[in-house]
């Protein structure tokens, strides 16, 4: 399952960068994140690995991540999973008039028969997590910056 939403973002790609990229940021936008913490040491680079845990459903969801793609201030490419399911995300930033387009593309990919079972079902579901991570996103960019 493929996933694309996008916002407007009345601040320039550098502000919303400087937050996407910043993993002490994602728990202050990111409505159903409980942590995300990078556990790779050093500076956020590809291959920087990251650990999350996600309230969906009454339960808590651990995922871990590695950074894919890294390309500031435009592009954050993160590839995730747990045992039922594997994710890539691709985050874009582009400059826009006023602001910048922010847009989550990302794809799901069930591993196991229940999943698989599920996923037609979880679209809905998604899509609506997805647009109130880049709502949160937005608030939070354009109340914290400058």
């Known amino acids: 399952m493929k996933i694309t939403e996008r916002i407007h973002i009345d601040r320039p790609p550098e502000e919303v960068w400087a937050v996407v990229s910043d993993p002490t940021t ?21 291959g ?12 808590e969801i651990e995922i871990d991540d590695v950074v894919t793609a890294l ?11 747990w045992k039922p399911a594997d994710f890539e995300l691709d985050f874009l930033l582009t400059p826009e008039s006023g602001g910048t387009l922010a847009s989550f593309d990302w794809s799901f990919f069930p591993k196991t028969f229940l999943m698989r079972l599920a996923t037609p ?3 809905r579901t ?8 880049l709502a949160g996103l937005k608030s939070y960019v354009e109340n914290n910056s400058r």
């Open 48 to 59: 920087s690995r990251i650990h999350e845990k996600i309230r969906w459903r009454g339960r």
């Open 71 to 81: 390309d500031p201030p435009r592009r954050l490419g993160i590839r995730g999973g």
């Open 121 to 123: 079902l979880l679209g």
């Open 26 to 46: 994602h728990t202050a936008w990111r409505p159903a994140l409980v942590e995300f913490r990078q556990v790779s040491q050093g500076p956020l680079e590809v």
């Open 126 to 133: 998604l899509r609506g997590a997805t647009k109130d991570e």
